[in-house]
Each structure stands twice: as C-alpha cells, then as structure tokens.
C-alpha cells in the first residue's frame, strides 16, 4: 500500500489530492441537496424541480449563495482536472495505468467539464435556465431527427442503463473500498462509510439505470417526451406501487451518497 501511495503521490502530490477533496466535496453538495428535494417532491412539499438547477437554486436563495454556487462550480472544474490527471498519468492503484482506466477517466473528464460548465453559467446568470426535463427532451429530440437517430439515442440509453447497473452492482460489492485511503481511520469510521458507499451507490446506480432506460424506450416509440431527466426520473419512482415512500427510500440514499463523497473528499486514494 505504501509503494502504491508513492507512486501516485509522484505523478500529482498534493495538487491532485486538492483537486480530489474539492470535487469530490462539491459533488457532495449536489446530490445532498438534490436528496432534500426529492424528498420534498414525495411528500408534495414545494415545486422545487428536484436536480442540479433546482439544487443550485436551492443554493442561491441562501446567505451568501452566489458565493456558495461558484464554490461549487469551481469544486466541479477542480473535479474535472483531477479526472484529466488519470488520464495523463493513471488512477491511483495497481492497475491505474490500464487503458480501459483511461478511457474511463476521459469520460468522467468530459461529464464534470459539462457539469462545471452548467453550474459556473448558472453561477454567471440570473439564476434561471430550463430544468435538466426540458434540456433532455429537446436534446433528444434533435439526436431523433438525425440519420439513425433513434438508434443513437438507444445506444447512450443502453449505455446509461448498464453504466447505472455497473455502478449499483460495484456500491453493493463495495469495490469503491479501493479508492479511499482509511488505513489510520478507526473502525467505526470504516464501517460507517462502507454503509454510506453501499446505500448511496445503490441509490445513485438506480437513478442512472432508471434515466437511461426512459431514454431507452424514447429511442423505441421515437418520441422524445419519454425521455427523463433527473427530475422527472425521481418523480416515476412515486409512481410505482411502492407510491412516494420508493422516491423518499431513492431521495435517502442520494443525501447518503452525498455524504459519501464528503467521506472520499476527507479520505481520498489520488
């Protein structure tokens, strides 16, 4: 463990590891928030939209919110660098420097470049912007309309579906262990952050599966009002027979995921 810390800490040091902890505590802030006003929407509380727009709003109606939304803008572009990093140079661990690890890391840099993109023209506006609903509908829309549309549009709903899967799958198997360094962390510490990594994954894994099965199914009936963002993919879990306490279970574990990243944030493997 230790010759494994060395090598990673000679690729980045204390750059990376800053990167890291700033992204990871940004991110955290979005999905607590996000889990706040999930669950708001299960109990009929509010007409909040319950994804990033209506987190980031949530944020600037608070003292000092135009400061809080850049912090996390500038968290978000600090997460974004730290994935580049992985790229350039590899992930933390004994087979970081793999090409499929890379390939993962340039995924991951180009997600959080959009979401830091998102949240810092937020920042820079007057708070406004259509919901994450309205932008996945008129984004598929175009996609449909395009030689082989709806095939695109099957394949990144396909894959969204899988990526949710593989993420609820790794939370439940706790493979996200390899990623924190809680080696002087007592006990208690550990087993309360394997239970945030499980619940929270699980929870988040569900939310991209559900995602990307809507889109899916917009692909399948070439109609892109079945398509889903955050929001409207929360609000379905209301309208299952399990009701509103299957959205409130799902809004937990979100806050749980959130508090998750604030852990990896406070004990990161870079």
């Known amino acids: 463990m230790a010759r494994e810390g060395t090598r990673t800490g000679s690729r980045g040091g204390t750059g990376r590891k800053v990167a890291a902890r700033c992204g990871l505590a940004a991110r955290g802030v979005l999905y607590v928030l996000v889990g706040v006003l999930a669950v708001r929407v299960a109990f009929g509380a509010g007409g909040e939209e319950a994804d990033r727009t209506g987190a980031l709003q949530e944020l600037a109606d608070k003292p000092?919110?135009?400061?809080?939304?850049?912090?996390?803008?500038?968290?978000?572009?600090?997460?974004?660098?730290?994935?580049?990093?992985?790229?350039?140079?590899?992930?933390?661990?004994?087979?970081?420097?793999?090409?499929?690890?890379?390939?993962?890391?340039?995924?991951?840099?180009?997600?959080?470049?959009?979401?830091?993109?998102?949240?810092?023209?937020?920042?820079?506006?007057?708070?406004?912007?259509?919901?994450?609903?309205?932008?996945?509908?008129?984004?598929?829309?175009?996609?449909?309309?395009?030689?082989?549309?709806?095939?695109?549009?099957?394949?990144?709903?396909?894959?969204?579906?899988?990526?949710?899967?593989?993420?609820?799958?790794?939370?439940?198997?706790?493979?996200?262990?390899?990623?924190l360094a809680m080696d002087q962390a007592s006990d208690r510490a550990r087993k309360a952050v394997v239970f945030l990594g499980v619940a929270g994954g699980v929870a988040r894994g569900a939310v991209f599966a559900a995602a990307g099965a809507f889109l899916l199914h917009a692909a399948v009936s070439y109609d892109p009002s079945q398509a889903k963002g955050v929001d409207d993919t929360l609000r379905a879990f209301a309208q299952t027979p399990a009701g509103p306490w299957l959205l409130v279970l799902v809004a937990a574990g979100l806050m749980l995921f959130g508090l998750f990243s604030w852990a990896m944030a406070r004990w990161p493997r870079v």
Do not use: N
């Open 64 to 179: 000092l919110g135009g400061f809080l939304v850049w912090t996390v803008g500038i968290g978000l572009v600090c997460m974004m660098l730290w994935r580049l990093s992985e790229v350039a140079f590899g992930a933390a661990g004994p087979d970081g420097d793999k090409a499929s690890k890379r390939l993962l890391a340039a995924a991951r840099t180009v997600f959080y470049g959009v979401v830091a993109f998102s949240v810092l023209s937020f920042a820079a506006g007057s708070g406004g912007g259509r919901s994450g609903d309205e932008q996945s509908r008129d984004v598929t829309s175009k996609v449909l309309d395009l030689p082989g549309g709806p095939w695109w549009v099957g394949v990144i709903g396909a894959g969204i579906a899988i990526g949710g899967i593989v993420i609820a799958v790794q939370a439940a198997l706790r493979k996200f262990r390899k990623h």
